[in-house]
């Protein structure tokens, strides 16, 4: 039987990949918060998409 986690052979590119998409997810989130923006809906609901998007990927990769 594998005694050793996952985590341990998550390769360093996939990795970067779910952090790179939920700092996107920050970053839109961030935007979203200046009211005087025209698109702030917009922004806010990119975030939580990518937000969402990132956690489904780092689920599929475990």
């Given amino acids: ?3 050793q986690p996952k985590l341990a052979y998550f ?3 996939l990795f970067a990949s779910v952090m790179g ?3 996107l997810a ?3 989130k961030k935007v979203s ?4 923006f025209a698109f702030s809906s917009f922004f806010n609901i990119s975030s939580m ?3 969402i998007l990132a956690s489904v990927i ?3 990769f475990l």
Wanted: charged content about 10%; aromatic content about 18%; overall charge neutral.
């Fill in 33 to 36: 918060l200046f009211k005087e």
């Fill in 21 to 23: 998409i939920g700092g």
């Fill in 26 to 28: 920050l970053a839109f």
């Fill in 11 to 13: 390769s360093i590119a």
């Fill in 49 to 51: 998409t990518f937000g």
């Fill in 1 to 3: 039987m594998n005694t």
């Fill in 58 to 60: 780092f689920v599929i």
